[in-house]
């Protein structure tokens, strides 16, 4: 595999561990906050902070996923892991744009894409 493509795979990766622990530990900070573009009295409220600490635990499912895929997994075992857990953000920022924040498209969506080319474009 092509040194962009583990670069890029690994962005995605990392930010979606970074969006676990904002989303699961770090809710009520400024960071949060700006990140999620959600008020405070909405963040200090037991729901949304189950909410968003279920959703963190999806997100950390995947940066977890595709580091496994790079550092266990290899030939096109490996590859189809990262087409499918690359996929998953794609199609969770399409949701995310379309439902809650248009941002998450490029946040997101955009590192996954790159990804996702480079991903297609080294290995056909």
């Known amino acids: ?3 962009l493509s583990i670069i890029l795979v690994s962005i995605v990766a990392l930010e979606a561990l970074f969006i676990m622990v904002l989303e699961m530990f770090l809710t009520q900070t400024p960071l949060a906050r700006r990140a999620f573009d ?3 009295d909405y963040l200090a409220k037991k729901d949304a902070r189950v909410s968003l600490a279920n959703q963190g635990l ?3 499912f995947i ?3 595709i580091i496994f895929s790079l550092l266990v997994l290899s030939g096109e075992a ?3 892991m990262l087409y499918f857990f690359d996929g998953f953000v ?3 920022a399409i949701f995310g744009a379309l439902t809650a924040n ?3 498209l490029i946040t997101q969506g955009l590192p996954a894409m790159l990804a996702m080319i480079a991903l297609i474009v080294t290995n056909h």
Do not use: F, T
């Open 58 to 60: 999806y997100n950390g």
């Open 90 to 92: 794609i199609v969770a």
């Open 63 to 65: 940066g977890v996923g």
């Open 102 to 104: 248009k941002k998450i």
């Open 1 to 3: 595999m092509k040194l």
């Open 78 to 80: 490996q590859l189809q």
């Open 38 to 40: 959600l008020s405070a």
